[in-house]
DNA sequence: GCGCGCTCTTGACAAAAATCAAGAAGTCAC
DNA sequence: GTGACTTCTTGATTTTTGTCAAGAGCGCGC
């Protein structure tokens, strides 16, 4: 099985023959640090899976730059909104490094749906997935001081703080790059 | 058509001779003031449709009560992990003022999908729409102030203003009663 | 090596929000 | 009406977080 197998496999559950005719569809493409895959207004008519390298989602809101979410191996890239309701993309999506992904665009994606049974249950089980992971995430909003966010991220995912430059992680946890670094130093 | 299927149709755009059949599985359901439609811990087999009243969806964190949503006339009462992969409920809804419902148990939600034709397509889309409206709310706890999301709170439904003790909405909201009561103070 | 970005840290200060405490106002049962 | 209860407001204060500004450290191209 190739790595995108396992994690489609993993996410989906499709049966293992339905694996490789999904896997098809998938088409290698490489960004160059810097790089956008996805823009914000522009149509999101692709789907990216993250081979390697790393991901930032990120909007401008009052001419602030607000990261969402900094994807690496394994994750999904995707404006959802724009990709299933075909509206102008919210989110722009920049390569931080070098990065590979799989890519399927949306014909071939609704090939899938015509293919594989059952496939817009598990699509559904996927979404009520990152559903739920997303209400958790405002949880931490309404319940958690910027400390409490940042020690749950750094348990999470230490990895991360030695991958990214740390001004986009204190934006994707609501605080500012000085606050982190106070943060930071507290817990040595 | 009731009301019940024209929310239906609205969220899910089924055919109307669809939607009968699927009302037919919701039956009526009361709840006095102060009454839970779910506890946390218990398996949510039941989905919600509120037809009157107010309910609240809270949960316990740090020996405070943190409400996620309230929810009026056309929400959907549900803890959605817990209704799609039987894990135990993490919301409390309790109702905030007597309440009448329209609620399908697991069984025959089940039997809607055997039933309409692309029910689940449709089901994603919904819960994909309902992502979407998360992605928001999580971008405003990144973004905006305290007194940004009130304000925009206030602009998108001041009803509830009258209708919920403003404790709750300020928790709703990330912020203490204090502060949201200063809030309001400042704009007049 | 040198200069240039970029990133992170630090300090001083300001602003925002939380906490603690008290009391006013409204509601409800009796 | 009275008392108990809940809710909301207000003030005083502390804590948390943001803002502004300066400088240190680092990597990279030339």
């Known amino acids: 099985m190739t790595e995108l197998e396992k994690y489609i496999h993993g ?10 005719k999904i896997v098809t569809f998938f088409k290698p493409v490489s960004l160059k640090k810097g ?3 996805l823009k914000a207004g ?46 102008p993309a919210r989110w ?25 049974d059952r496939w817009h249950e598990l699509e559904k089980l996927f979404i009520a997935k990152c559903f739920t992971v997303l209400e958790e995430r405002v949880l931490t909003h309404l319940s958690m001081t910027a ?8 348990a ?3 990895e991360l703080f030695n ?3 740390l001004q986009y992680l204190a934006s994707m946890l609501g605080m500012t790059p000085e ?6 130093k507290k817990s040595f």
């Open 179 to 184: 606050t982190l670094s106070r943060l930071r």
């Open 11 to 20: 996410y989906f559950g499709v049966p293992t023959d339905d694996l490789a």
């Open 35 to 37: 790089e956008y895959f």
């Open 92 to 116: 722009n999506f920049q390569a931080f490094t070098d990065a590979e992904l799989y890519v399927i665009d949306q014909k071939n994606y609704q090939r899938i749906g015509q293919m594989v």
């Open 156 to 158: 999470f995912n230490k």
């Open 147 to 154: 400390e409490e966010r940042y020690q749950q991220l750094f």
């Open 42 to 87: 522009q149509l999101s008519d692709r789907l990216g899976f993250v081979q390697s390298g790393i991901v930032r989602e990120y909007v401008e809101a009052n001419d602030k730059e607000v990261t969402k979410w900094i994807s690496t191996k394994g994750y999904f890239v995707v404006d959802l909104a724009s990709f299933v309701f075909h509206q």
């Open 163 to 165: 991958q990214v430059p």
